[in-house]
Nanobody
Framework: QVQLVESGGGLVQAGGSLRLSCAASGLTFSAYAMGWFRQAPGKEREFVAAISWSDSRTQYEYSVKGRFTISRDNTKNTVYLQMNSLKSEDTAVYYC?????????????????WGQGTQVTVSS
């Protein structure tokens, strides 16, 4: 059974930092591209960042570029999202996702697995 378990969310002041983690089990982690998505109240889920299986490729949503960094450790079956200079508009539930293809993760369509999500709240 595949599981993606996010952690690291919480309440932080604007300008602060958080590091999200997503631990994967039940799949060959190094064969999957991974991504982070978020959904704010009343809004659709949106793409945040993606990383290829070999971490040679990354892509970011425009509003987080330069503030967020996605990385992965294939020895620990974990993907991370380092979030710096947080803003109130970053408040959302953050989800990690896995798919065999980098383009699938970026496009959100056809993703194989989703985590349960972790809440990030940024106070202004």
């Amino acid at each position: 059974q595949v599981q993606l378990v996010e952690s690291g969310g919480g309440l932080v002041q604007a300008g602060g930092s958080l590091r999200l983690s997503c631990a994967a089990s039940g799949l060959t982690f190094s064969a999957y591209a991974m991504g982070w998505f978020r959904q704010a109240p009343g809004k659709e889920r949106e793409f945040v960042a993606a990383i290829s299986w070999s971490d040679s490729r990354t892509q970011y949503e425009y509003s987080v570029k330069g503030r967020f960094t996605i990385s992965r450790d294939n020895t620990k079956n974990t993907v991370y999202l380092q979030m710096n200079s947080l803003k109130s508009e970053d408040t959302a539930v953050y989800y990690c996702a896995a798919a065999p293809n980098f383009g699938v993760v970026v496009g959100q369509y056809g993703i194989d697995y989703w985590g349960q999500g972790t809440q990030v709240t940024v106070s202004s």
